[in-house]
């Protein structure tokens, strides 16, 4: 093509034609069913968490809301299939603190949690509580950090895996109280919870949900909560920011993200439309029963949640040397 005003010219009306088409679908969405790709299996925390979520913004959208479990280990798959979706609005994915452990757990990632997606918004956090088997002679946080100085290696804590938000969060104590304890990591955290009960093992990091019956029971003690504020469950048990280890403040918090490219007008919509979900009371109730607080926040406060997250996880884990293949 040698006439450069020609060239120019049919540039020019195909920039104006994909405006068009891009403002024409944003304007329609949505017009027809939407996913929501959870990367964990149906009954399980996440999953519990976003079907009363998707319920409520599927009336509100007046569009099916639609589930679809693709549990893996890390939540990779279905955290792949989302990050390589159409970027329409048509396929969301829920994403969570998880995913920025496993972006430097997992060395061959066909997707990066912060490049490969819009974050839309937080759905809630939830805080993790240290726990002791009630008769295994610590009665408070000072207690364990003195026993694990004169005893150095001898005290086991258990996870429910390496690399999960239990196993970091006691490396983070160890490093900040200059302690030593052993990682003893099971397959899921319920043997390692009935392990702790049973007194095989003396500590474990876990979230309130899974414990509470054992607490209220008096089968265990809850030393410390990760959160930023004291549980209502246990209003006397301090935070650590409180016993003077701010650093150890953590949250597990989930939220929905699109694929990289989708729309500003349609991840707005979306965002908005969550955010109006999460103040009913009705389903700020469900999600309470899950241990989350709820979080509402723009999709710009959502990513800045996500890239902080994936740095600090991120430098743990390099520190570690931990690897998951």
Same mark, same amino acid.
């Given at each position: 093509?040698?006439?450069?005003?020609?060239?120019?010219?049919?540039?020019?009306?195909?920039?104006?034609?994909?405006?068009? #088409?891009?403002? *024409?679908?944003?304007?329609?969405?949505?017009?027809? $069913? %939407?996913?929501?790709?959870?990367?964990?299996?149906?009954?399980?925390?996440?999953?519990?968490?976003?079907?009363?979520?998707?319920?409520?913004?599927?009336?509100?959208?007046?569009?099916?809301?639609?589930?679809?479990?693709?549990? /893996?280990?890390?939540?990779?798959?279905?955290?792949?299939?989302?990050?390589?979706?159409?970027?329409?609005?048509?396929?969301?994915?829920?994403?969570?603190?998880? !995913?920025?452990?496993?972006?430097?757990?997992?060395?061959?990632?066909?997707?990066? %949690?912060?490049?490969?997606?819009?974050?839309?918004?937080?759905?809630?956090?939830?805080?993790?509580?240290?726990?002791?088997? /009630?008769?295994?002679?610590?009665?408070?946080?000072?207690?364990?950090?003195?026993?694990?100085?004169?005893?150095?290696?001898?005290?086991?804590?258990?996870?429910?895996? =390496?690399?999960?938000?239990?196993?970091?969060?006691?490396?983070?104590?160890?490093?900040?109280?200059?302690?030593?304890?052993?990682?003893?990591?099971?397959?899921?955290?319920? $043997? #390692?919870?009935?392990?702790?009960?049973?007194?095989?093992?003396?500590?474990?990091?876990?979230?309130?949900?899974?414990?509470?019956? /054992?607490?209220?029971?008096?089968?265990?003690?809850?030393?410390?909560?990760?959160? *930023?504020?004291?549980?209502?469950?246990? $209003?006397?048990?301090?935070?650590? *920011?409180?016993?003077?280890?701010?650093?150890?403040?953590? =949250?597990?918090? &989930?939220?929905?993200?699109?694929?990289?490219?989708?729309?500003?007008?349609?991840?707005?919509?979306? !965002?908005?439309?969550?955010?109006?979900?999460?103040?009913?009371?009705?389903?700020?109730?469900?999600?309470? #029963?899950?241990?989350?607080?709820?979080?509402?926040?723009?999709?710009?406060?959502?990513?800045?949640?996500?890239?902080?997250?994936?740095?600090?996880?991120?430098?743990? &884990?390099?520190?570690?040397?931990?690897?998951?293949?």
């Amino acid at each position: 093509m040698k006439n450069p005003l020609r060239r120019l010219f049919l540039v020019a009306v195909l920039a104006s034609t994909s405006i068009g #088409a891009a403002y *024409a679908q944003t304007g329609n969405w949505p017009s027809r $069913p %939407i996913r929501i790709v959870v990367p964990a299996p149906v009954g399980g925390p996440y999953d519990l968490t976003m079907r009363p979520l998707a319920q409520q913004m599927s009336q509100m959208l007046k569009q099916p809301v639609v589930i679809d479990n693709r549990p /893996s280990a890390g939540n990779i798959v279905g955290t792949q299939i989302g990050a390589g979706a159409p970027p329409d609005g048509y396929t969301l994915t829920m994403t969570g603190m998880f !995913n920025t452990i496993s972006q430097s757990m997992y060395s061959k990632l066909s997707f990066d %949690i912060v490049k490969s997606f819009e974050h839309i918004g937080a759905i809630g956090e939830g805080a993790q509580w240290l726990v002791v088997r /009630s008769d295994a002679g610590i009665s408070s946080f000072q207690d364990l950090v003195e026993q694990a100085r004169r005893e150095a290696g001898k005290i086991n804590y258990a996870s429910s895996g =390496t690399g999960s938000t239990g196993h970091l969060v006691m490396e983070l104590l160890q490093r900040a109280t200059h302690t030593q304890m052993t990682h003893i990591p099971y397959k899921g955290g319920g $043997p #390692a919870l009935q392990d702790v009960l049973a007194g095989v093992v003396s500590v474990s990091v876990v979230p309130p949900t899974s414990v509470l019956a /054992s607490v209220q029971a008096g089968k265990l003690k809850v030393l410390a909560t990760s959160g *930023a504020t004291r549980s209502p469950d246990t $209003p006397d048990v301090p935070t650590f *920011a409180e016993l003077g280890y701010k650093q150890l403040t953590v =949250t597990s918090w &989930v939220g929905l993200s699109a694929p990289k490219g989708t729309p500003a007008a349609v991840v707005d919509k979306i !965002n908005s439309t969550m955010n109006s979900a999460l103040r009913e009371p009705a389903l700020r109730k469900q999600l309470e #029963a899950q241990g989350l607080s709820v979080l509402r926040t723009t999709p710009q406060e959502y990513a800045q949640l996500v890239n902080a997250d994936t740095e600090r996880w991120g430098a743990l &884990v390099r520190s570690l040397n931990l690897k998951a293949n």
